[in-house]
């Protein structure tokens, strides 16, 4: 049926029948608005005043003073801030390396069918839900040379008394124990998210051929849950880098220096020593280290994601 050209007298305006009128141009900006005000005062103005801090030579209770880079070379020659950064790499490297071995194996247990799977699995977790001060308040205590729960036990095998977290050789193999402790539950739920996603005709297959459990978990487990492994990674390699709470409850970077990552150096710095400019500095030099970090696990990421495209 033809359309039949309709004329508006009053407005002059002509359309045809049957066609629909035309819509405005959706505006989002009064939704937009709000967001984009509260993340420049939450994320992006502090950035930007840190920033300013750091190039100006400011102490509490001193008069501020523009100092451009000075603060930035100051760091190079800082030895302290060397052996914190280094602190900070070993700290990190344990944390992640630890959960991911234990997780994995948690996860291959809890995988399999036996009774009472779902209540044990919710006991495993439990560490993950507690607080880090409580956990740090806690494992303190545990760690004592002389009251300690876990000097107690080690004397029945003929070993201790240990001085954990109170000598400089062992105090970050003791937090790292502490984080393993915490964090392995989350390993193990990301494997196991994985470990549900993998289909189960292999399996059969390589049963087929004569392979044995180890062959399986080679061949078969270990690439196809290889991409969780490397989320779990990534999630972990992050928190551990900037791990305050626990070292700082449960040490303060003592003893002596020996404990004293990148973030308990910048906090002493900038709140003990009232150094803000400085410790600004630091805290700009830090994020940029974590965004470096990201960079190359999120890269390493997507390379992996391609080669497993590549291989199907």
Known sequence: MASVSIENT?????????????????????????????ISAV?????????????????????????????YIR??????????????????VLSVVAPLFLGTLAALVFDAQFPLRGFLRGVF??????????????WTMMFHPQLGVLNYLLSF???GPLEWIYNQSTVIPSLVLVETWQWTPLVMLIVLGGLAAVPREPYESA??????????????TMP????????AVIIRSIDAVKSFDIIYAMTQGGPGTASETINIYLYNTAFAYYDIG?????????FIIIVALSFVLLMVRQRSQWNEMEDR
């Open 207 to 220: 049963e087929i051929d004569g392979a044995n459990a180890w062959q399986k978990f080679r061949y078969l």
């Open 224 to 231: 196809m849950i290889a991409p969780f492994l490397m989320i």
């Open 125 to 138: 977790v439990m560490p993950m839900m507690a607080t880090p001060v409580a956990i740090a308040l806690v």
């Open 43 to 71: 994320i992006v103005f502090p950035w930007v005043f840190t920033l300013w801090m750091s190039a100006h030579r400011w102490t509490l209770g001193q008069e501020q003073s523009f100092i451009g880079f000075e603060n």
């Open 278 to 286: 400085y410790g600004s500095a630091m805290a700009v030099v830090f």
């Open 10 to 38: 009053k407005t002059g305006v002509s359309r045809k029948e049957g066609s629909r009128p035309a819509r405005l141009a959706p505006n989002y900006w009064p939704f937009v608005i709000p967001a984009l005000v509260v």
């Open 75 to 92: 760091l190079a020659s800082d030895g302290r801030f060397w052996e914190s950064l280094w602190h900070t790499l070993i700290y990190t």
């Open 157 to 159: 095998i003929g070993i």
